[in-house]
């Protein structure tokens, strides 16, 4: 009996413990299944970390300042010019210019100052009606004006040391060279100065209403003007001396 006793206290201690053993293994497995949840994934896991809206700078440069060259231009009525490299120029054709009057300028729209006109430079040009030249033309080269039909006056600056005009007619500044009577110039006469001794090619070209010449000087002096080519008008129109 009393072994009985024994046998069964040694039983419900095993049991107890057993008992016990078995809630300890649950609670362990509770917990471990907990602190798998709220591991730190392996490095075989992947995961999504949401973007960082970080607006990106971008660098602030300032534009070089680039000096954009001054277009050179003529204007679109312009004689033609030839700069000479020192400051002057030339006349050289009557370019894009539709003026009926053609004012020479004293400069060129680049600025360089007009000393001369080119031999032919508005040579036959028919819009032509008056000419006007300035006080810093030094030279006029061979039939500059000639050939002019519709020219009807020129003009000179006081100022121009080196021509004059007469009633419209073109002539050197002491009056010995006559140089071009306009080809429509009014009236029928014009009178020629004793002093005048050489009458330029073309000078009297295509007269529309030229017919007489008074001169001053006798027949013997008239004789003695040296008097270019093609002055047709000239030869042809009646002459009183004296």
């Given amino acids: 009996m009393k072994m009985t006793q024994t046998l069964l206290m040694i039983l419900a201690i095993v049991f107890a413990v057993a008992l016990a053993l078995t809630i300890a293994m649950i609670s362990l497995s509770y917990m471990r299944v907990e602190s798998e949840d709220t591991r730190v994934p392996d490095s075989g896991t992947t995961w999504q970390i949401p973007p960082i809206s970080t607006p990106i700078l971008l660098e602030s440069t300032t534009p070089e300042e680039t000096t954009v060259p001054e277009e050179v231009t003529t204007p679109s009525n312009s004689l033609s010019f030839a700069p000479a490299g020192d400051g002057t120029c030339t006349v050289v ?89 306009p080809p429509m110039r009014a009236g029928a006469s014009v009178t020629i100065s004793l002093v005048t001794t050489e009458i330029a090619e073309m000078a009297f070209y295509n007269c529309a209403y030229l017919s007489h010449v008074y001169y001053t000087g006798s027949p013997e002096a008239w004789e003695r003007i040296t008097i270019g080519a093609k002055n047709y008008s000239l030869t042809a129109a009646a002459k009183t001396f004296g």
Avoid: M, W
């Fill in 93 to 181: 054709g009557i370019g894009s210019c539709t003026d009926s009057c053609v004012v020479i300028p004293s400069y060129s729209p680049a600025g360089d100052r007009v000393t001369s006109v080119s031999a032919r430079a508005l040579y036959g040009q028919k819009q032509i009606n008056a000419i006007q030249i300035p006080a810093t033309v030094e030279h006029i080269g061979a039939l500059a004006f000639a050939a002019c039909p519709n020219l009807v006056y020129i003009s000179v600056s006081d100022a121009n040391e080196e021509y004059c005009d007469i009633d419209g007619i073109l002539y050197t500044s002491d009056g010995r060279e006559l140089l071009l009577y």
